[in-house]
């Protein structure tokens, strides 16, 4: 299911997107899910994480939609972001906020509904090599390529990326129910290793790619060196 937010305060245009999202649910096979928003005041101040794309107007009461990407960008950085205006001029001014696209008013349907195609082919992308944590209250999208390995330490989960150390409250089997079962693999109570960054296992020690070295408990080694030996059968490596 897609579910697509719509920040617009003029109704017209906002039935007009609901019924070009409906069009293209029934065109494409696609289920979508539409929530709407009058100003961009209430988009912020209720704004909740999952939403595949936003279609932002820019002209509106209370504050603009660039103000209110701005302040989007503070607690999502990843949601697709579309500008919908007749002011082009400033909407080129959304690579400042990563906005994906802009459309100009008055909007055609085969205009609109390229915009959905891209919507869904990163949704499409990102629905099973990614989960959401958040962090010092930022919400934060983190790919599992960009993954070392996670370890939980009393009830403070430290997550090691390729852009640092990410650490939330939560419980690591919490997180682990999220992973690809069969990219990452539990290598004691403590970790959950990425078997693509190991690069040397000895003894009792996994060596990573960021040259971190974990311990592999007695109990669960046999299951790790299946799943290692497993998940590089399936990449091709011998």
């Not at 096979?29 to 936003?54: E, H, R, W």
């Not at 499409?124 to 939980?152: A, K, N, P, Q, T």
């Not at 999220?178 to 959950?192: A, E, G, I, M």
Request: with cysteine.
């Amino acid at each position: 299911m897609l579910k697509i937010a719509i920040v617009e305060d003029e109704n017209a245009q906002t039935q007009l997107m609901r019924d070009y999202i409906a069009r293209y649910g029934r065109e494409k096979d696609v289920k979508c899910s539409v929530t709407t928003f009058g100003n961009g005041l209430d988009f912020i101040t209720y704004y909740k994480s999952g939403y595949d794309a936003v279609f932002m107007d820019i002209k509106m009461p209370l504050i603009d939609g660039m103000e209110a990407a701005e302040k989007l960008r503070e607690i999502d950085k990843d949601v697709v972001l579309i500008f919908v205006t007749n002011m082009a001029q400033l909407a080129i001014k959304g690579y400042k906020v990563n906005a994906m696209d802009f459309l100009v008013k008055p909007v055609s349907y085969f205009d609109f509904s390229l915009e959905m195609d891209k919507i869904k082919a990163e949704h499409d992308r990102r629905s099973h090599d990614f989960l959401w944590v958040r962090s010092s209250g930022v919400l934060r999208r983190v790919d599992f390529s960009d993954i070392y390995y996670i370890e939980i330490m009393m009830h403070e989960v430290c997550m090691h990326t390729k852009g640092g150390e990410i650490n939330f409250r939560g419980s690591l089997k919490s997180v682990e129910e999220q992973l690809d079962p069969k990219s990452f693999s539990r290598c004691n109570n403590c970790y959950v290793v990425n078997l693509q960054c190991v690069t040397e296992v000895r003894d009792d020690d996994v060596a990573l790619e960021n040259g971190d070295v974990v311990h592999i408990s007695r109990t669960r080694k046999k299951q790790f060196m299946n799943d290692l030996t497993a998940y590089f059968a399936g990449t091709g490596v011998r």
